[in-house]
């Protein structure tokens, strides 16, 4: 399946959910001193995220051009560019996770095909010190996606990257949970990081196996969010629902959602080759 037919089966996906296909935004954001460049698909809907009304709705979808640079030591290796187009679906205040992830879900898994045998999945563990829970409804809902597919579905608790390599996976694992480090999105960061004022959540991404050997350079065992190349992230909903504060985090005024993936790793998976260079976009 080429680039161009997975973007318009994405927007189109979307459309027929109810959203509206908005353009993307330039590269060099407007009006936001924060960053360079837009580095997702989010940036340009801040304001609206922090609870403005957008014209267009609470169901927006579009391909996002995006540069980062947070990335370039990694530049080079198989799947990270600096340049690189960003599916995305946004909830403002409308849907949230009991919609999110039944309809990506059908996206990676019937228009684009992927195998769901390859599938892996991850939620938040939470973290005490923001007052986020732990991300239990998102598991239970992968569990009930994955089962109706066929496939395994067992929870795994791996904590922080170096304790999942220390730990690797166990047969018939399917959805783990990590902490902030790896299930946490926020333009700065981890929570720790975010200045007041920026909004963060809890997130659920997606990964796709391509079945290669574990290398031990990136720890003693292999799990989804290590960085050997056997696993590569195609996709993460954010439950974009926190903003920092001087006194500690508060919830927005609407739960939000934020979905983004990299259109060139989307391509790669449905080639069955992790190497985004060898897709028809680049
Ligand atoms: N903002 C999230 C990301 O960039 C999801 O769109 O990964």
């Known amino acids: 399946m080429s680039g161009a037919e997975i973007r318009d089966k994405y927007l189109q996906f979307m459309k027929n959910n109810g959203h509206a296909i908005i353009p993307s935004a330039a590269l060099v954001p407007e009006n936001d001193p924060t960053t360079l460049f837009t580095g997702s698909g989010m940036q340009p809907l801040v304001p609206y995220l922090l609870g403005e009304t957008h014209p267009k709705g609470t169901r927006l979808t579009n391909s996002q051009k995006c540069f980062r640079a947070e990335d370039i030591e990694e530049v080079g290796d198989s799947s990270h560019t600096t340049f690189f187009e960003m599916l995305g679906n946004w909830s403002l205040g409308d849907y949230f996770k009991k919609e999110q992830i039944p309809w990506i879900a059908e996206f990676y898994l019937k228009e684009v095909g992927l195998d769901p045998k390859k599938f892996y999945v991850t939620a938040f563990i939470g973290d005490a010190s923001a007052g986020v829970p732990k991300d239990t409804e998102?598991?239970?809902?992968?569990?009930?996606?994955?089962?109706k597919y066929g496939v395994s579905n067992s929870v795994a608790e791996l904590g922080s990257a170096?304790?999942?390599s220390k730990r690797g996976m166990k047969d018939g694992e399917r959805i783990f949970y990590y902490d902030a480090a790896e299930n946490w999105w926020s333009r700065a960061g981890t929570p720790d990081k975010m200045p007041v004022g920026e909004i963060g959540g809890g997130d659920s991404e997606m990964f796709y196996d391509f079945g290669t050997e574990h290398d031990t350079k990136f720890g003693e065992h292999c799990h989804p969010a290590c960085d050997c190349g056997r696993f590569m992230?195609?996709?993460?909903?954010v439950f974009m629902e926190y903003i920092k504060t001087e006194k500690g985090f508060e919830k927005l005024p609407a739960q939000n959602v934020?979905?983004?993936?990299?259109?060139e790793r989307i391509a790669a998976a449905a080639n069955n080759d992790g190497d985004v260079y060898k897709t028809d976009l680049l």
Do not use: V, Y
């Open 162 to 164: 170096e304790e999942a």
């Open 138 to 147: 998102a598991a239970e809902l992968w569990q009930e996606i994955l089962a």
């Open 233 to 237: 992230e195609i996709g993460n909903n």
């Open 258 to 263: 934020d979905f983004g993936g990299g259109l």
